[in-house]
């Protein structure tokens, strides 16, 4: 099982990279329920190798393109975001005092923590695109306009998987023109 999640994972990452037309310095917001993803109800089968798993398959991919992932930590932390003190510097993010464990914070923000180089917590991003695996509600760490995006890949393990980029609002009226890079 745990194979499998690292290999949905990578392609489900891979997948998203291109179709978000993330950057370098970007920030991905990705929520997980690690009790999801190996068929249980959220909140009550934390999983600290299905995070693992899961976190072997994002992470590579992430790091080979210079897009920061940000993790989404569980309620009990109020959703606050494990990254890299490099982003939280980038992006003027306000650095809070919190070491995510699995019961409080969850899996998949542990096993960040533990991976990152420098990890620090921060109570709030606004990500360039997001993904929420097992229904963890991301959309309060996305910009403003975000955009549903349809991957071939639907679950991870046994959690759905929804994904989202986002961009610029449109200003302006009817004789207003637009970027089509930007849209």
Avoid: W
């Amino acid at each position: 099982m745990y194979e499998e999640i690292t290999a949905q994972a990578r392609a489900a990452v891979c997948e998203l990279l291109d179709a978000a037309g993330l950057r370098e310095g970007q920030l991905l917001v990705v929520g997980c329920s690690s009790s999801e993803m190996v068929g249980q109800a959220i909140g009550t089968g934390s999983s600290r190798e299905a995070a693992a798993a899961l976190l072997e398959g994002l992470y590579p991919p992430l790091r080979q393109r210079g897009v920061f992932l940000a993790a989404q930590c569980c309620e009990h932390l109020n959703r606050a975001l494990i990254v890299e003190r490099e982003a939280a510097e980038r992006y003027g993010l306000e650095i809070v005092n919190v070491v995510p464990q699995p019961k409080a914070g969850g899996s998949f923000a542990t096993a960040a923590y533990e991976a990152f180089a420098d990890p620090v917590a921060v109570e709030e991003v606004r990500a360039h695109a997001g993904m929420d695996i097992g229904h963890t509600l991301i959309g309060m760490h996305l910009r403003r306009v975000a955009v549903p995006l349809r991957l071939s890949v639907t679950q991870i393990g046994r959690a759905p998987l929804v994904c989202a980029r986002t961009r610029p609002r449109f200003i302006g009226g009817e004789r207003a023109h637009y970027r089509q890079d930007l849209l």
